[in-house]
């Protein structure tokens, strides 16, 4: 079955500390990952895609890495924001699937605390 | 113009009620979707359009009727509404040859 599941739940931090949420997947045969970070309320919005062939990638404060042959993902954050607060949903595409289906984690919800 | 834009941002109806929601986005997408998302819970997939055709209904009620009028718009008719149906509806395009999936911000809807 395929499914992806994220860990932490919930994470509370401190401003301008670092942190790292993770994320498993059972996705087979698989094509991409993406993050998304979701504000409460509003759509999400994809920080980095990563493909099988790609271990780390980048965007400003962000860095995903992937290791596709033990089938996780993680996501750091560096130098927290206040700003940072919102939901970060892992997203992963199979590989031949019909267009559009993409399985989504349940999100791990950061709050960034003064 | 890299954006999908939905429309409105928040819409209060009664069971009775029809209602329309609307999404528009000119990125050249020939893909669309809309889904349900719930309080603390992951979007679900209701709809795909793919060159204006429907290619995917997750056996979603026939309460929620979707159009694409042409490539740039997808409307999502309301009709007959249960309060459970309140959430967040939100609207995605892709390319059709990828499937990076853009999201607009969503439409809250509340049905009493």
């Known amino acids: 079955k395929n499914q992806v599941e994220q860990s932490p739940q919930s994470l509370i931090i401190l401003e301008g500390k670092n942190c790292t949420l993770q994320?498993?997947?059972?996705?087979?045969?698989?094509?991409?990952l993406r993050w998304y970070k979701q504000d409460t309320g509003r759509g999400p919005v994809s920080l980095t895609i990563?493909?099988?062939?790609?271990n780390t990638k980048s965007n400003g404060r962000y860095t995903a890495t992937l290791d596709a042959d033990t089938k996780q993902s993680s996501l750091h954050i560096t130098a927290s924001q206040l700003s940072d607060s919102a939901s970060y949903i892992c997203?992963?595409?199979?590989?031949?699937?019909?267009?559009?289906?993409?399985?989504f984690g349940r999100g791990t919800q950061l709050t960034v605390w003064p | 113009d890299t954006e999908v834009t939905q429309t409105p941002k928040h819409l209060v109806m009664g069971m009775t009620n029809k209602k329309s929601l609307k999404c528009e986005q000119h990125?050249?997408?020939?893909?669309m979707y809309w889904y349900k998302q719930k309080a603390k819970k992951p979007p679900e997939l209701m709809f795909v359009?793919?060159?204006?055709?429907?290619?995917i209904n997750e056996s979603v009620p026939s309460r929620f009727s979707p159009e694409c009028p042409n490539s740039s718009l997808l409307n999502l008719h309301l009709h007959a509404l249960q309060p459970e149906d309140s959430a967040l509806y939100l609207c995605?395009?892709?390319?059709?040859?990828?499937?990076?999936?853009?999201f607009g911000p969503g439409t809250r809807l509340t049905v009493l």
């Open positions: 995605a395009s892709s390319h059709p040859l990828t499937d990076t999936q853009y």
């Open positions: 994320c498993n997947y059972t996705v087979s045969p698989f094509s991409n």
């Open positions: 990563m493909t099988f062939s790609e």
């Open positions: 997203v992963v595409s199979g590989r031949g699937s019909t267009l559009g289906r993409l399985y």
């Open positions: 990125m050249g997408h020939r893909a």
């Open positions: 359009y793919s060159y204006e055709k429907l290619s």
